[in-house]
């Protein structure tokens, strides 16, 4: 069956501009987890939903949001971005909310210029 | 705070010599834990998972990993390495006293295996 599908793959984007990813999970799969990867902070929390409700959250700004479809599909939108804002974006998938093995996309490219 | 740490930054083998990454976590409650492993240009994929029972878990390709409870910590093993093993290697885990269920990874582990 079809992965995690992320689009787009990578972005370009001027400080100040707004982006909104995307995030397919894998069918019949609810549970939709996103994360920011960077060099120098690794692998980081932003948030996740499960029936289109956020359940938990990292710490990021608030300029981070994001949310879930009824087809389990979600987005995530920055805001006002900034430099920093530049990463990997990573969506992972599961069955359900709960102690469940996460599938992940290969992720959006995200630079901020 | 919940933390994961991951001892090695970059780890240089030869094939065929043995691994072992040090995965700890900052929790003493019941948690779930993970290694995922990240191909150059490819996405991240489970190698192993433990929840409960034995604390020896066997995952993909050879790698083991063995979960002790007293000592917060869960490393991964590999008896003999190959080439193929080159890659960015994450420790993730799920502290179950939180709402909902977030990974929590690592920095990871950078493993350069020469030929």
């Known amino acids: 069956k079809a992965g995690v599908t992320q689009t787009p793959r990578y972005l370009i984007k001027t400080r100040g501009q707004q982006v909104t990813l995307s995030c397919s999970p894998i069918s019949g799969h609810r549970s939709v987890s996103w994360y920011q990867q960077t060099p120098g902070q690794g692998l980081q929390f932003l948030f996740e939903y499960f029936s289109e409700t956020q359940r938990n959250k990292g710490n990021f700004p608030g300029r981070f949001s994001g949310r879930q479809f009824s087809n389990s599909r979600s987005e995530m939108n920055v805001s006002t971005l900034e430099l920093g804002d530049s990463a990997l974006y990573l969506c992972?998938?599961?069955?359900?909310?709960?102690?469940?093995?996460?599938?992940f996309g290969q992720g959006t490219r995200l630079t901020v210029v | 705070a919940q933390s994961v740490s991951q001892h090695n930054h970059h780890v240089i083998l030869s094939e065929a010599a043995s691994l072992e990454l040090g995965c700890n976590y900052s929790y003493g409650g019941t948690v779930n834990l993970f290694w995922y492993v990240q191909y150059p240009g490819q996405h991240l994929q489970l190698l192993l998972k433990?929840?409960?029972?034995?604390?020896l878990v066997k995952g993909i390709k050879g790698f083991e990993a063995e979960f002790i409870k007293s000592k917060f910590s869960f490393n991964l093993r590999k008896p003999s390495v190959q080439w193929s093993d080159t890659a960015e290697y994450f420790c993730a885990v799920i502290f179950l006293n939180q709402a909902g269920t977030a990974l929590i990874f690592g920095k990871g582990t950078t493993l350069s295996v020469s030929s």
């Open positions: 433990y929840f409960s029972g034995d604390p």
């Open positions: 992972a998938s599961s069955l359900d909310i709960g102690q469940e093995e996460a599938f």
